[in-house]
């Protein structure tokens, strides 16, 4: 209990005070994992009713890819689920970013950009700095929250 104060009163002499914070979009976290398990689920059973399963795998190869195949699925639909502890706080002299302290010297100019790809119907919303291009999709108003904090605007 003493340890997490002193790290947390060290925090703010480094970061200056809270100024607002933004979480995780549960709700387009649970869009994006459900509208992935529909589709996966139209392709098995488009798959299931144009091959209908006769027994089990041809060899143990066939069954290995199978498999394979499944955990690569399984993997694609549920990725949206990593982010549900995607976070930004806000201070005075810095970020912290999914645990990641950045003070406002480091990053540089700030901006924002919304990316659309060729593979996806959904953009992305990128924080741009000098560092890095960190992916803020999966965050609840981060701009919105960035705006409030910094530029006292909405």
Same mark, same amino acid.
């Given at each position: ?76 639909? %549920?990725?949206?689920?990593?982010? *549900?502890? #995607?976070?930004?706080? +806000?201070?005075?002299?810095? &970020?912290?970013?999914? /645990? ?21 119907? %959904?953009?992305?919303?990128?924080? *741009?700095? #000098?560092?890095?291009? +960190?992916?803020?999709?999966? &965050?609840?108003?981060? /701009? ?11």
């Amino acid at each position: 209990m003493q340890k997490g104060k002193e790290r947390q009163v060290q925090k703010e002499k480094e970061l200056g005070r809270k100024l607002t914070e933004a979480h995780a979009n549960m709700g387009k976290i649970a869009l994006r994992t459900s509208l992935r398990v529909l589709l996966a689920g139209v392709v098995i059973i488009a798959g299931v009713r144009g091959n209908p399963p006769q027994g089990g795998p041809v060899s143990v190869l066939a069954g290995l890819l199978a498999s394979c195949v499944a955990l690569c699925a399984a993997v694609w639909v %549920f990725f949206p689920l990593i982010h *549900c502890g #995607d976070f930004m706080e +806000f201070y005075e002299n810095g &970020i912290v970013i999914c /645990k990641r302290k950045w003070t406002l010297d480091e990053l540089g100019e700030i901006t924002f950009m919304d990316a659309r790809s060729n593979r996806s119907a %959904f953009t992305r919303t990128y924080m *741009c700095t #000098d560092v890095r291009n +960190f992916d803020i999709t999966y &965050i609840k108003d981060g /701009k919105k929250s960035f705006n409030r904090a910094y530029l006292k605007v909405i």
